[in-house]
């Protein structure tokens, strides 16, 4: 076993989850080679045509990992880890919190934009990118941001990617929509955590009414123009929101699940052109860290 394959332990949690071992027109190759083929490439962001040969072929672990982005398995995957995890009460949810990390574009997803041709005399327009391939500009070039809500063990419960000069909080309510854990003794899936925590990027009135509206606690700084606009507004500007230092400060496990999701250089720095390839890839590296025992 080489530094980064799955263990015996990892493997025996993930197999009852993978789709059985056939492919089209035969069987596919062995699954645990394959996936330690694309964790390698995770964990060192090398070009698929220089995977190890000890993984089979370059093309065969390329494509696995792309059939799997596209069709969804990696996400019925990651659901059915953390079915598992909920089962063994491995996940915390006394505490969700919020944030986003923006993930540089390599030159190599950057694929070509859509700026029109150069005309003598007449000023070039900036280039512009598709937005369903969640690129975009943003301090430091061609970015793609990751929004996430982990809990309180630093590993993530749902996540979306967008363009990298979105901002945080409207996209609050979708990243918290992502969160839905299958109940192995059936029933709906669980999606509302105890308590929610985030920075000042999502303060709005929006994000409370919703926490409200799922009897959900929260605890997110408001800004101070916020606060002068609702003081201004007396009475029709609302009560002022409950702050917690000591909760507020679990707001670091979120940051951390962050940091441990940028040691896999494959998210560090985005080297898919697609977008929904890019999901798949964090949503691999999602998988790891919950097969991790901890």
């Keep these: 076993m080489g530094r980064g394959d799955l263990s015996d332990e990892e493997w ?3 197999e009852p989850h993978l789709p059985a071992n056939r492919g089209r027109g035969g069987r596919w190759k062995c699954h645990r080679r394959v996936i330690n083929g694309i964790l390698f490439r995770q964990r060192t962001g090398l070009p698929w045509r220089d995977l190890p040969p000890c993984f ?5 672990v390329h494509d696995r990992h792309r059939r799997w982005s596209a069709d969804g398995t990696w996400e019925r995957i990651l659901r059915a880890v953390q079915a598992d995890a909920d089962a063994e009460g491995r996940i915390d949810w006394s505490m969700v919190s919020v944030n986003s990390t923006t993930c540089r574009a390599h030159q190599h997803a950057a694929g070509a934009s859509t700026r029109a041709p150069k005309i ?3 000023r070039r327009s900036p280039a512009r990118h598709r937005p369903d391939e969640a690129l975009g500009r943003s301090r430091g070039g061609l970015t793609s941001k990751i929004h996430l809500a982990g809990e309180g063990g630093r590993r993530p419960l749902g996540f979306l990617i967008t363009p990298g000069q979105w901002g945080d909080a409207p996209q609050m309510i979708p990243v918290l929509e992502e969160i839905r ?3 192995q003794a059936g029933g709906r899936p669980r999606t509302r955590p105890d308590h929610v925590g985030g920075d000042k990027a999502y303060s709005s009135r929006r994000n ?5 509206r799922r009897q959900i606690k929260h605890t997110i700084p408001e800004p101070r123009d916020q606060r002068a606009n609702r003081r201004r507004r007396g009475s029709g500007g609302g009560r002022p929101t409950g702050f917690d230092k000591a909760i507020y400060r679990r707001r670091n496990e979120v ?4 940091n441990r999701l940028k040691n ?9 052109k697609r977008a929904y390839v890019f999901h798949g890839t964090v949503t691999v ?5 919950w097969l991790r025992p901890e």
């Design 285 to 289: 590296a999602a998988i790891r860290l």
């Design 56 to 60: 089979g072929s370059w093309k065969t």
């Design 208 to 212: 409370r009414r919703h926490l409200r």
């Design 181 to 183: 854990v299958p109940r």
């Design 12 to 14: 025996a949690r993930l």
């Design 255 to 258: 940051e951390r699940t962050i």
């Design 264 to 272: 896999f250089r494959a998210i560090a720095t985005r080297f898919d």
């Design 120 to 122: 003598p005399g007449r």
